[in-house]
């Protein structure tokens, strides 16, 4: 079984058939998947939590990405508030930098991804975090800020991992988690294969971003989450190890930084 730990599932492009995409998942083995409710807007963290309370299978995120930050207004901070509480609600996020589109002003990032952290702290959520740049400046940032607001208090973990092996060894002595997405596929990104490969598997997590980020194969095609499967197998061959042991470990992980385990649908019974 596999999780699908970062997934745009409330993107307009699954409008369609979302359904359809839920039951090719979970036909391949996928048994949860975390609908990232950050990326489209400051309203759209709604949309997310409204999947969640329909199907046992998905569970939530709200928050604000960093493109979004110069976006956060007060009627959405307390929309954030009160959404962090509900209880198919597993992470704030995706928030963090991202310093190579630089959609919202760099200053404006790190003051919205600290107050983000702070929101985590208060509703006891773990974090899943976006970082991205074109050199070493937006992951000092991160960390500088993470060590300041979460370090000790808050669990999380790099969506979409794209970094240094440098990098990743500093995240994870903060505590963080490692996430990787299609790019693990991608033929031209071995130096991301390398990473991966010396990173210790039960601090990793598998991904899928959908619908972007389709694997080798499929690019250029919308993503979706049947396709984690693949990340998975990728990770399992920059290993040395079995897709089985990969997905059991992954599966665990996600399981654990989310407290799965302790979440139900308030509409039925335990998941
Ligand atoms: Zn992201
Ligand atoms: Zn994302």
Redesign the pocket.
Known sequence: MWIDS???LSAPEFDADREAVLDRAVAAGVSALVA?G??YGVDECGKAVALAERDERIFATVGV?PHDASLLDDPARRRLEALAGHPRVVAVG?CGLDYHYLRSPREVQRSVFAEQLALARRAGLPV?I?VRGDDSTAYDDLLEIWRSEGAGALEGVL??YTGTLGFARRALDEGLLVSFSGILTFKKDRGLREVAAALPLERLLV?T?SP?LAPEGFRGRRNEPVHVTRVGEALAAAQGRKPQEVAEATTRSARRLFGLDSRRNPGGGGV
């Open positions: 970062h997934a745009h990232i950050a990326g990405h995706e899943s976006h969506h979409c991904e971003d972007l």
